[in-house]
């Protein structure tokens, strides 16, 4: 079963980059696709990227395209959350989550009810 640690978060200044990290420690990600969440405090989780099981295809929510980066590693079983040019408004826990899809290459989801695993959340603090 598939298990999800993320790592990475902290504390850092506006304009700063941090890089996010997700290792399963169950079993392959090869055949999910990949998806990283965000929920601020008195906020509902919301979507940021995603990236399917190869890897050649990426999505980013608009507040974090051009800023964030999501790629992977399934020799690894990691993926990752570049977040360059951070703003205070991106301070929010983060997790990642993982979607079967089988052998759907071209497949990603948006939407959290999709996902099957998730980990635990790493926060990320923005100061101003």
């Known amino acids: 079963q598939v298990q999800l640690v993320e790592s990475g978060g902290g504390l850092v200044q506006a304009g700063d980059s941090l890089r996010l990290s997700c290792v399963s420690s169950g079993g392959p990600l090869s055949r999910y696709a990949m998806g990283w969440f965000r929920q601020a405090p008195g906020k509902e989780r919301e979507f940021v990227a995603a990236?399917?099981?190869?890897?050649?295809?990426?999505y980013y929510a608009n507040s974090v395209k051009g800023r964030f980066t999501i790629s992977r590693d399934n020799a690894k079983n990691t993926v990752y959350l570049q977040m360059n040019s951070l703003k205070p408004e991106d301070t929010a826990v983060y997790y990642c989550a993982a979607d079967y899809a089988s052998y759907r290459m071209s497949y990603y989801s948006t939407a959290s009810q999709e996902y099957d695993y998730w980990g635990q959340g790493t926060q990320v603090t923005i100061s101003s």
């Open positions: 990236i399917t099981w190869r890897g050649d295809t990426t």
